[in-house]
């Protein structure tokens, strides 16, 4: 959730650490705040709001130095206040902290520094990190040279939870220290300097070079040098690794939001989600990252999705997808109930977790407990050495690019492009003839061109979000694969929006929903596959019946007739296997223009973050 920079190097850190807690903001956005240590003292600035207020204040504060932490705030424990607000000092101003995560065991700790005599600012967990570092700073040896580093070492042997953190210390100018569990954290290492941070976004326009640090490790920047160990005090040799993101991927260039950016960003996505990955007769799909034989996946008897959130909505996708045409049946568990459930699931049968940020906590808890059953695990997610990516026995990656906008767009349909094409591998590996094979092949490949084709429709979508913006309530209808259309149409518009929404299977709605509809409640329509259409005609007329406004969503070949709905929003025809990726872009635009009109903030909705990293 809260994103954390840290900076060591020859130059000013407040600008540095400031740039790239812009590129994190997405992460948190309650509260933000900077620390830097001058003459063996802090200077720090803090705030609730966002960080363009933040940078306003660290120059009226002169906030300077060589050496820096940085935090943007999604809260968990205590409210947005100034004072809750990262970082802090530890009660005799020797340590400053950011944290990411959640300390199970602060309330004993912070009753144990309390009895020494502690004085707390805050409500926070993190405060009493710091402040037993504190504590344990002070009873280290004081001529050691990794007193510092010692101290936040055995600290750590006290914390129970999750962290990501980035600690400094007043009487140690040459240092950094980070130390990760469950938190994401790496290090960049720059010319003539070093970043510690928790997400890649926030240092790639300073270095492409980074670390990634494992959970249970301690890193220590001094004097240009990236030192790794374990809690134990083992050495580990930092493997340098390559990001190939570019920096003008997460600009924002002429859009107004992040979140329209990377809707029109899709047919470039799903190209790169599907570059090199057809067999060579082109009737099939290829993944370099399985891990997997075509001889094992051949014994697999079940798949099982994991994820949260929209994730969560493209592996209902997936199941369609994979059973019509692979015919292996598929389960979908939200990874936050699998972790905790103890389902029995077959020798057989195969996990895979879908996460764009790869950083979840409830995917990779799931993920870790399917390891420990011993099933076979597969991830599908879009940041390249993520947590996540690391701890599966094979994967796929989107190469969606990043994707900024706190409403998943582009990920998603990277995500349902690579279920398609999963559904394909498996199913050539089974039934699927060389000649269905073929033609799935170039419905794929035809894939960016009916998505540019489908964007078209962002004028009309604006007309309708113009009719319909000030409603309460709305209900999306879909039946088979638009069921989860739906849901996602109905997540997008409320997280977005703050409009109360709701995705029904069409037919399901005569079971309770149907006692909503009235005609303050517009109801939108997925009525785009032709094999069922009467059926989605018969459901319209339920609604109507009822005097609810209709908006539909049709394909080119089946529109509906006029007077049957209020609206309706074409889309181009196509193979049944991309159909979900091309029903989404009016959903995603509709959520778009009616939370813009409503003037909220699209990019950064209230509540939300990300990157949901504390369970
Ligand atoms: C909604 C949205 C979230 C995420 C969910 C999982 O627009 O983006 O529901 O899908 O938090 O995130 P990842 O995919 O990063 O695991």
Known sequence: MCGIVGYIGNREATPILLEGLKRLEYRGYDSSGISTLVDRSFKMSKQTGRVADLVRLASKDRVSGTLGICHTRWATHGGVTKENSHPH???????????????????????????????????????????????????????????????????????????????ICADCPNELVGARKGSPLIVGIGEDELLLASDVSAIISRTTNVVYLNDGELVSLKDGKVNLTTWDDQERTPDIQQI???????????????????????????????????????????????????????????ILFCACGTAWHACLVGEYLIERYARIPVEVE???????????????????????????????????????????TLAINNSVGSTIAREADGGIYQHAGPEVGV????????????????????????????QEGIEYVDALEKLPNLIGETLKI?????????????????????????????????????????????????????????????????VIVLATQPDIHGKLVSNIQEVKARGA??????CESTPLPDDLVDDQIIIPDCHRSILPVLASIPMQLLSYHIANLRGCDVDKPRNLAKSV???
Not at 549 to 554: E, L, Q, S, T
């Open 244 to 302: 190939n993101w570019d920096i003008e991927e997460s600009e924002l260039g002429d859009y107004p939001h992040y979140m329209l950016k990377e809707i029109f960003e899709q047919p470039e996505a799903v190209t790169n989600s599907m570059r090199g990955r057809f067999s060579d007769d082109r009737s099939s799909a290829k993944f370099g990252g399985l891990n997997i034989s075509p001889q094992e996946l051949r014994q697999i008897d079940r």
């Open 334 to 376: 939200y990874a936050s109930e699998f972790r905790y459930r103890n389902a029995p699931l077959d020798k057989n049968t195969l996990v895979i977790v879908l996460s764009q940020s790869g950083e979840t906590i409830d995917t990779l808890a799931a993920l870790s407990e399917a390891k420990r059953k011993g099933f076979r």
């Open 407 to 434: 409403a998943s767009t582009k990920a998603f349909t990277s995500q349902l492009t690579i279920l398609s094409m999963l559904a394909l591998y498996l199913g050539r590996l089974r039934d699927l003839s060389y």
């Open 89 to 167: 000092i530890s009660f005799d101003g020797k340590i400053s902290l950011v944290h990411n995560g959640v300390i199970e065991n602060y309330l004993s700790i912070k009753k144990f520094l309390e009895s020494t005599g502690v004085e707390f600012q805050s409500e926070t967990d993190t405060e009493v990190f710091c402040n037993l570092i504190a504590y344990h700073y002070a009873k280290e040896d004081e001529s050691s040279p990794t007193r510092f580093l010692d101290s936040v070492r055995r600290t750590l042997k006290h914390i129970e939870g999750t962290y990501g953190i980035a600690v």
């Open 613 to 615: 990293t504390v369970e």
């Open 458 to 522: 962002n004028d009309a979508v604006l007309k309708v979000a113009e009719k319909y913006k000030d409603m309460q309530d709305c209900l999306f209808l879909g039946r088979q694969d638009m069921f989860p259309i739906a849901l996602e149409g109905a997540l997008k518009l409320k997280e977005i929006s703050y409009i109360h929404a709701e995705g029904y299977p069409a037919a399901e709605m005569k079971h309770g929903p149907i006692a909503l509809i009235c005609k303050e409640c517009p």
């Open 549 to 554: 406004p209709i908006i539909a969503v049709a």
